[in-house]
């Protein structure tokens, strides 16, 4: 079975505090890119991984594994999988490619197994791994909050092209929060504004409207994230953010064709350059509906 592991990048994030359990309590608008991992699964006795395409942990403490580890337990289920990953997506990127591929691990998993659980019994699984695995359940335009893993659908944005840039170097998430936690302004991007855009699909006011908590802390551990900023705005994209706690940048293009043409002009041999869209286009399924292939 082959099952697609889409990335995300964050239209907008705020974070609004500090938890009593620790995590941070957030306000996202997560959108689904075409770039994606392929999940291959194929039943076993027992579960294993293998991984091709990064230099990635292929035991119990990949997300992979102990997402087919949890689901087996939870249900009950006798047997097991051999779970290959072939990754496209960098590593400690901001782009959620560890989440993305334990939530297709749990949708093939639960399809290839016949466990026959619903998108919100899975959510609630993968709010058990990670943050993001719930936004990677469901897939499209969402609204997350608490810590990231409650989602709500939004409709879906007009097609668009994105050029994704992650420098040479990647950023600790946990360090990034804790500099946030010790600002005295932060930044809080307005995040009603950007669900009314959304709900108008109004792109022009989502380019406007982008915004990211976190960029602040990161722009100013790495300040050469503000040149790639700048250098990805004279490429003729509308809007130019940074995903997550980064490193990762992102522009955002009036179409696919025109986000290739910017990643000609950026690419350099110390960045990883990449064009891909907004996933879905033309009525495509999202989520668990539209991540299993075969």
Same mark, same amino acid.
Not at 85 to 111: E, F, Q, Y
Not at 210 to 229: D, F, I, M, R, Y
Not at 234 to 245: E, I, K, Q
């Given at each position: 079975?082959?099952?697609?592991?889409?990335?995300?990048?964050?239209?907008?994030? $705020?974070?609004?505090?500090?938890?009593? !359990?620790?995590?941070?309590?957030?306000?996202? @608008?997560?959108?689904? %890119?075409?770039?994606?991992? !392929?999940?291959?699964?194929?039943?076993?006795?027992?579960?294993?991984?293998?991984? /091709?395409?990064?230099?990635?942990? /292929?035991?119990?403490?990949?997300?992979?594994?102990?997402?087919?580890? =949890? =689901?087996?337990?939870?249900?009950?289920?006798?047997?097991?999988?051999? @779970?290959?990953?072939?990754?496209?997506?960098?590593?400690?990127?901001? %782009?959620?490619?560890?989440?993305?591929?334990? /939530?297709? @691990?749990?949708?093939?998993?639960?399809?290839? +197994?016949? %466990?026959?659980?619903?998108?919100?019994?899975?959510?609630?699984?993968?709010?058990?791994?990670?943050? !993001?695995?719930? &936004?990677?359940?469901?897939?499209?335009?969402?609204?997350?909050?608490?810590?990231?893993?409650?989602? *709500?659908?939004?409709?879906?944005?007009?097609?668009?092209?994105?050029?994704?840039?992650?420098?040479?170097?990647?950023?600790? *998430?946990?360090?990034?929060?804790?500099?946030? !936690?010790?600002?005295?302004?932060?930044?809080?991007? $307005?995040?009603?504004?950007?669900?009314?855009?959304?709900?108008?699909?109004?792109?022009?006011? @989502?380019?406007?409207? =982008?915004?990211?908590?976190?960029?602040?802390? *990161?722009?100013?551990?790495?300040?050469?994230?503000?040149?790639?900023?700048?250098?990805?705005?004279?490429?003729?994209?509308?809007?130019?953010?940074?995903?997550?706690?980064?490193? *990762?940048?992102?522009?955002?293009?009036?179409?696919?064709?025109?986000?290739?043409?910017? /990643?000609?002009?950026?690419?350099? #041999?110390?960045? +990883?350059?990449?064009?891909?869209? &907004?996933?879905? #286009?033309?009525?495509?399924?999202?989520?668990?509906?539209?991540?299993?292939?075969?």
């Amino acid at each position: 079975m082959l099952v697609k592991a889409h990335a995300k990048i964050n239209l907008l994030l $705020d974070v609004l505090g500090t938890r009593a !359990d620790g995590y941070h309590e957030l306000k996202t @608008v997560m959108q689904t %890119l075409s770039l994606c991992d !392929d999940v291959i699964l194929e039943l076993a006795p027992e579960i294993s991984l293998a991984v /091709a395409g990064a230099n990635l942990t /292929a035991g119990p403490e990949n997300l992979a594994y102990r997402a087919a580890d =949890l =689901l087996r337990k939870r249900t009950g289920y006798r047997g097991g999988a051999a @779970v290959r990953l072939i990754k496209r997506i960098p590593l400690a990127a901001g %782009l959620a490619g560890g989440s993305a591929d334990a /939530a297709a @691990v749990l949708c093939g998993l639960n399809k290839m +197994w016949h %466990l026959g659980l619903g998108i919100d019994e899975l959510s609630f699984l993968g709010a058990e791994l990670g943050s !993001d695995v719930s &936004f990677c359940l469901w897939g499209g335009t969402a609204l997350c909050q608490g810590r990231g893993e409650v989602v *709500t659908p939004l409709p879906a944005l007009p097609s668009a092209g994105v050029l994704l840039v992650k420098p040479h170097f990647g950023v600790s *998430t946990a360090d990034v929060y804790q500099r946030y !936690d010790t600002l005295a302004s932060p930044n809080h991007p $307005d995040i009603q504004e950007m669900l009314t855009v959304v709900k108008n699909a109004d792109m022009s006011g @989502v380019v406007k409207k =982008l915004g990211n908590s976190l960029e602040q802390v *990161t722009l100013a551990l790495h300040p050469e994230l503000q040149l790639l900023k700048d250098e990805i705005a004279t490429t003729g994209a509308t809007g130019v953010l940074m995903s997550g706690s980064g490193p *990762t940048v992102f522009g955002i293009y009036a179409d696919p064709p025109s986000a290739v043409r910017a /990643a000609g002009i950026v690419k350099k #041999e110390n960045r +990883w350059v990449q064009a891909t869209a &907004f996933y879905p #286009e033309n009525n495509q399924k999202v989520g668990c509906s539209g991540a299993v292939i075969r």
